[in-house]
């Protein structure tokens, strides 16, 4: 339900449009790793997924699930609440990892949370926190970087702009981009599995965000 509810929503508050590398693919099991820049782009990347036929399981803050209607939706369809500094974290990659291997598609945000800043415009990704890499290294799944852009102009700032954003958002309809990398298999510690992971949102982040115009000096990682 969550999948089609963003496949259809998102082309109401913007135009999306999607990309992905050669060999890019989504093999039952894998995790998808995207970068997180906005309370709208977990709906825009689903939306993407469902248009290649990908409905993932959503690794999202445990704060959802005490939404009425929305958190009862979450937990039947089997999406995993995240409760980030405290002991119940590792039931979340445990959740993780039993999806994986029933064969779903897990999106986890390996940055743990949003950007502070409150500008509408695209930046890198922010550091990875070693889930991504422990799960990984746990299952073996491989991990197909994601990178999105746009989400800010739907979304983003102060709680007043962001509301004012979304109610805006269905008459200015920005350009949206999800680009699908290469899925990745990497070897090593997880501070080379997260450092591997990292840049090839990064990568992939860079060609959604060029794909919508952004100049250079915003669009490329200092």
Same mark, same amino acid.
């Given at each position: 339900?969550? @999948?089609?509810?963003?496949?259809?929503?998102? %082309?109401?508050?913007?135009?999306? @449009?999607?990309?992905?590398d050669p060999g890019a693919h989504l093999a039952p099991g894998s995790i998808i790793a995207a970068n997180h820049t906005s309370l709208a782009d977990p709906a825009i990347v689903v939306a993407a997924l469902r248009r290649l036929g990908a409905e993932p399981v959503v690794m999202a803050a445990a704060g959802l699930w005490r939404i009425p209607l929305l958190g009862r939706a979450l937990a039947r369809e089997g999406h995993i609440p995240v409760v980030r500094g405290d002991r119940r974290a590792a039931a979340s990659l445990d959740a993780a990892a039993e999806a994986l291997e029933r064969g779903r598609l897990v999106l986890i945000y390996a940055e743990g949370g949003l950007p502070r800043r409150k500008d509408a415009g695209e930046a890198a990704p922010g550091t990875f926190r070693s889930g991504l890499a422990r799960?990984?290294?746990r299952t073996g799944a491989p991990i197909v970087p994601v990178g999105q852009a746009g989400a800010r102009r739907v979304t @983003?700032?102060?709680?007043?702009?962001?509301?004012?954003?979304?109610v805006t958002a269905p008459l200015r309809r920005p350009d949206l981009h999800v680009?699908?990398?290469? %899925?990745?298999e990497p070897t090593g510690g997880r501070a080379l599995r997260t450092t591997a992971a990292h840049t090839a949102v990064t990568t992939a982040w860079r060609t959604a965000a060029h794909r919508l115009g952004e100049a250079s000096s915003s669009a490329v990682p200092s």
């Amino acid at each position: 339900m969550l @999948s089609r509810i963003a496949d259809i929503l998102v %082309p109401v508050v913007g135009r999306l @449009s999607v990309t992905s590398d050669p060999g890019a693919h989504l093999a039952p099991g894998s995790i998808i790793a995207a970068n997180h820049t906005s309370l709208a782009d977990p709906a825009i990347v689903v939306a993407a997924l469902r248009r290649l036929g990908a409905e993932p399981v959503v690794m999202a803050a445990a704060g959802l699930w005490r939404i009425p209607l929305l958190g009862r939706a979450l937990a039947r369809e089997g999406h995993i609440p995240v409760v980030r500094g405290d002991r119940r974290a590792a039931a979340s990659l445990d959740a993780a990892a039993e999806a994986l291997e029933r064969g779903r598609l897990v999106l986890i945000y390996a940055e743990g949370g949003l950007p502070r800043r409150k500008d509408a415009g695209e930046a890198a990704p922010g550091t990875f926190r070693s889930g991504l890499a422990r799960l990984a290294e746990r299952t073996g799944a491989p991990i197909v970087p994601v990178g999105q852009a746009g989400a800010r102009r739907v979304t @983003s700032g102060r709680l007043a702009k962001q509301f004012g954003g979304l109610v805006t958002a269905p008459l200015r309809r920005p350009d949206l981009h999800v680009h699908i990398g290469a %899925p990745l298999e990497p070897t090593g510690g997880r501070a080379l599995r997260t450092t591997a992971a990292h840049t090839a949102v990064t990568t992939a982040w860079r060609t959604a965000a060029h794909r919508l115009g952004e100049a250079s000096s915003s669009a490329v990682p200092s």
